[in-house]
């Protein structure tokens, strides 16, 4: 068989082109896997945006250096398997390369899990490099794949900026900005901040997803991006960055005298990046999920944290998924064209925020 993988130039992400490599034997310890459902989200636009500050580009690597693979989020099924302890047929949730078939190096095998390690992979964050076997995993059902692999990444993401806000007693700030409203990472971190008493959460959006994040009623007010000076400018409040707009973020600091805390999160304006230096007021600060998770885990305990996060994904994506008014339409798409269409579309800003895109390439 032959391995068909996405690449995009690292120096200019709207460049594409695919790599195709011919399977090679498998070696003691090694599964190779169909990855059969991924999807694609302005977070996976965030992944390429940052693939060289935050190490994304080094979990699949190409042969050309000048290329990169980005990650996705979603299913695989072991179609070979040179390990005895797991296999052929068994389905894994994580993280993949955007490609038709992936290997991976199975090891520190439990019930629920497995850890890839891949010597390259070594050095990167452990929560990527952990997959979740789906026959033990609570999360699991097999009728909402897609909404699993499009959001599960995500609401965890948002569940710990809402927890690491909630930790920092939200910096003595009572009002949330979140910027790219209309991004499900944004709107699931609004969803779990609309839970807690005090706060005014803020949408900040494009005049074209206004109505959409309306529509949610998971933000008290939504505001177009030139609508700033309608907030007053010693409003007591904390910057949640899910664009990474260099022009927005030096509004904020600039209009906002009483910014507690600048939380930079993603990087959906990709024609719009940059550094924060020389801002007035608190230096943006990079947020980090898997820190959080860490942290948590020492807290609570993985048990604790895992019962959490499982009850608030639950409650979520009841209500994302809820007939009488969804938040979220999936789109099924098959092919290598419908892939690169789609990527190209996301990295414009043009998907539909009602829409969620899942992928397999066959």
């Not at 959006?205 to 505001?223: H, K, M």
């Not at 999160?265 to 550094?275: E, K, N, P, W």
Request: with cysteine; charged share 20%; net charge negative.
């Amino acid at each position: 068989m032959t391995t068909h993988t996405l690449l995009v130039r690292k120096t200019a992400l709207p460049e594409t082109r695919w790599q195709q490599q011919d399977d090679a034997p498998l070696t003691p310890g090694l599964i190779r896997l169909h990855v059969h459902l991924f999807s694609l989200t302005a977070n996976n636009i965030t992944y390429a945006a940052m693939g060289e500050a935050m190490d994304y580009w080094r979990f699949f690597p190409s042969k050309d250096p000048a290329w990169g693979v980005i990650p996705v989020w979603g299913f695989a099924t072991i179609i070979e398997s040179a390990n005895p302890a797991l296999r052929v047929g068994e389905k894994l949730y994580g993280y993949w390369p955007m490609a038709n078939q992936a290997v991976l190096q199975a090891d520190q095998i439990t019930p629920g899990s497995l850890v890839d390690a891949a010597t390259h992979r070594a050095s990167l964050h452990p929560v990527y490099n952990q997959y979740t076997r789906c026959d033990h995993d609570p999360f699991y059902t097999a009728d909402s794949e897609s909404v699993q692999a499009l959001l599960r990444p995500l609401f965890t993401t948002s569940w710990l900026i809402d927890d690491f806000l909630a930790d920092n007693a939200c910096f003595g700030a009572d009002t949330l900005l979140l910027s790219s409203a209309s991004s499900k990472t944004a709107y699931g971190t609004a969803f779990q901040l609309a839970q807690r008493e005090g706060l005014h959460v803020v949408g900040l959006t494009s005049a074209g997803n206004r109505a959409f994040c309306e529509s949610l009623d998971c933000y008290d007010r939504v505001l177009s991006y030139d609508e700033l000076d309608a907030l007053p400018a010693d409003t007591a409040c904390v910057y949640v960055d899910f664009a990474g707009s260099t022009t927005l973020r030096r509004q904020i600091h600039t209009r906002f005298t009483a910014l507690r805390y600048s939380c930079a999160i993603g990087a959906t304006h990709v024609s719009d990046l940059g550094g924060g230096k020389g801002l007035p007021g608190p230096a943006p600060t990079l947020f980090f999920a898997p820190a959080q998770i860490k942290k948590r885990r020492t807290d609570w305990g993985g048990a604790v944290l895992g019962q959490r996060l499982l009850a608030d994904w639950q409650r979520f994506t009841a209500r994302v998924s809820d007939p009488a008014q969804p938040w979220l339409q999936v789109r099924s798409h098959a092919g290598e064209e419908a892939l690169v269409a789609a990527y190209g579309e996301m990295l414009q800003g043009r998907s539909d925020p009602r829409e969620g895109n899942v992928f397999s390439l066959g």
